[in-house]
T-cell receptor, first 109, second 114 residues
Framework: GQNIDQPTEMTATEGAIVQINCTYQ??????LFWYQQHAGEAPTFLSY??LDGLEEKGRFSSFLSRSKGYSYLLLKELQMKDSASYLC??????????WGAGTKLIIKP | ETGVTQTPRHLVMGMTNKKSLKCEQH?????MYWYKQSAKKPLELMFV???????ENNSVPSRFSPECPNSSHLFLHLHTLQPEDSALYLC?????????????FGPGTRLTVL
């Protein structure tokens, strides 16, 4: 079967750095998305990785290793507004989007 | 503001009721989606429409009936639901139904079935 694994919940401190991991076992790979979802709000797009390596976008970076079936989202200089759920989703070989259950990130002052 | 609106935001209904969820997108997209989001579970894709044609139905029970009158509007008609159908129902849109496209989500309808 197809599977996306993310930690259920993480806690970090304001101003610090946190890394949210996503591992996947899917039938093929055609890209990986990260979305952010604040409680009670719509998920919003953060990043899309197709090739290996690190892509940086301001305080957020996303890394992909296709050989390891692994991605992470790195959040730097954490702010209270970064408290949210972070959803990982993989496009498989049939171009189906497989979603993880999300990681709830709690930021403490 | 994501350009995708959903109404109502909250809905409580009995198992014998009939209700409809509405989604509207102002982004000029051609694909629209219905998802079910339950606590601590992955998003479940329910239906996909591309240029008003249904392109995906993920074995959704017939008590959920989608309607897409045009590329900007999507409805989900509900009847004789079960308590386990209680969830957040998210609508999304994208330029086309190609999965490499970023999807733009609405805020969702929180549905409670009594």
């Amino acid at each position: 079967g197809q599977n996306i694994d993310q930690p259920t919940e993480m806690t970090a401190t304001e101003g610090a750095i946190v890394q949210i991991n996503c591992t996947y076992q899917t039938s093929g790979f055609n890209g990986l998305f990260w979305y952010q979802q604040h409680a009670g709000e719509a998920p919003t797009f953060l990043s899309y990785n197709v090739l290996d390596g690190l892509e940086e976008k301001g305080r957020f970076s996303s890394f992909l290793s296709r050989s390891k079936g692994y991605s992470y989202l790195l959040l730097k200089e954490l702010q209270m507004k970064d408290s949210a759920s972070y959803l990982c989703a993989v496009v498989d070989s049939n171009y189906q989007l497989i979603w993880g259950a999300g990681t709830k990130l709690i930021i403490k002052p | 503001e994501t350009g995708v609106t959903q109404t109502p935001r909250h809905l409580v209904m009995g198992m014998t009721n009939k209700k409809s969820l509405k989604c509207e997108q102002h982004l000029g997209h051609n694909a629209m989606y219905w998802y079910k989001q339950s606590a601590k579970k992955p998003l479940e894709l329910m239906f996909v429409y591309n240029f008003k044609e249904q392109t995906e139905n993920n074995s959704v029970p017939s008590r959920f009936s989608p309607e897409c009158p045009n590329s900007s509007h999507l409805f989900l008609h509900l009847h004789t639901l079960q308590p386990e159908d209680s969830a957040l129902y998210l609508c999304a849109s994208s330029p086309t139904d190609d999965t490499y496209n970023e999807q733009f989500f609405g805020p969702g309808t929180r549905l409670t079935v009594l």
